[in-house]
């Protein structure tokens, strides 16, 4: 083994296992994501008391559990994801009884709504709200378990705001086949890439060409967010140096500055000023 080789092979397992970490992640918050959404959608359906709460759920539910990222907004997220991919039932629990650390460390409240759920005789033990029924899967649908490992819970989280099954199936399938950033995919669906690509005559020279030019996805950009820091309990801001807090002060006094409009001056970030004597 040469240096070159040595270096070599510790890039090799830097990248690989943090892709690994990121993915492990990633699964971990789909699964949550979508589980939220489904006690939700059984609660509003058939829960005891759920007249008593009405359309303030949401809002009681994010009152009760003050936690970080579990926000009112992020439940009809949450519920959402549900309502339009019921058919991540089956990947979501082959997830969980495939991880023995997950059974080991599941309290009650959390297996018994599992238990109803891999029990079931079928899937309509909740009514699915969303145009496709987990029970019909249509050849231009993509299965259940590439879109839980291979689209992150961000990608799912904004593709299922498109109403048309078909657009999402679109977008689906893109971002899957270019291995797209969230903002990539966001990019695409702010253009009309779906619309474009249907008056488009040559559709596989277009694709082509947007994939392209696409930013794709990296580990970090499936980490270093705001929503996987909240659901890991960690702050954005966590570790806050010198430099960062000198950056903030400046970044804050610059904007104050500019906002007071004529005769002031804010001239560079450490420039030393030195005060000239005056000859008389």
């Known amino acids: 083994m040469n240096f070159e080789a040595l270096a070599n092979q510790i890039d090799a397992i830097q990248h690989t296992l943090q892709a690994q970490a990121a993915h492990a992640v990633n699964l971990a918050l789909t699964a949550r994501n979508w589980l939220i959404g489904y006690y939700i959608v059984e609660f509003e359906q058939n829960g005891e ?4 709460y009405g359309e303030q759920l949401l809002k009681k539910l994010e009152s009760r559990l003050n936690t970080k990222g579990l926000t009112e907004r992020r439940f009809r997220e949450f519920r959402r994801l549900y309502q339009v991919y019921p058919q991540l039932q089956s990947a979501v629990i082959q997830y969980l009884n495939s991880n023995a650390e997950i059974r080991r460390l599941a309290t009650a ?45 961000t990608h799912l989280t ?35 890439y779906y619309a ?6 040559n559709k596989e020279a277009m694709s082509a060409l947007v994939q392209q030019q696409a930013a794709q996805l990296q580990p970090k950009d499936v980490i270093n967010t705001p929503v996987t820091l909240e659901f890991l309990g960690l702050n954005d801001r966590a570790l806050v140096t010198g ?38």
Request: glycine content about 4%; hydrophobic content about 35%.
């Open 109 to 153: 409240e959390f297996k018994e709504p599992i238990r109803r759920l891999v029990t079931a005789k079928s899937s309509d033990a909740i009514t699915p709200l969303s145009t496709v029924s987990c029970n019909s899967v249509e050849p231009w649908m993509i299965p259940a378990d590439r879109l839980f490992n291979r689209l992150s819970s």
């Open 49 to 52: 008391d759920r007249a008593a």
């Open 243 to 280: 430099s960062d807090l000198e950056q903030s002060i400046l970044d804050n006094l610059q904007n104050f500055l500019l906002e007071m409009g004529h005769g002031f001056c804010f001239e560079a970030r450490q420039k030393r000023i030195l005060k000239c004597r005056t000859v008389t």
């Open 196 to 201: 474009r690509s249907g008056l488009s005559q």
């Open 158 to 192: 904004t593709i299922s705001e498109i109403d048309n099954p078909v657009k999402r199936a679109f977008y689906e399938m893109e971002t899957i086949r270019g291995c797209w950033s969230v903002k990539e995919l966001e990019h695409q669906i702010h253009s009309l």
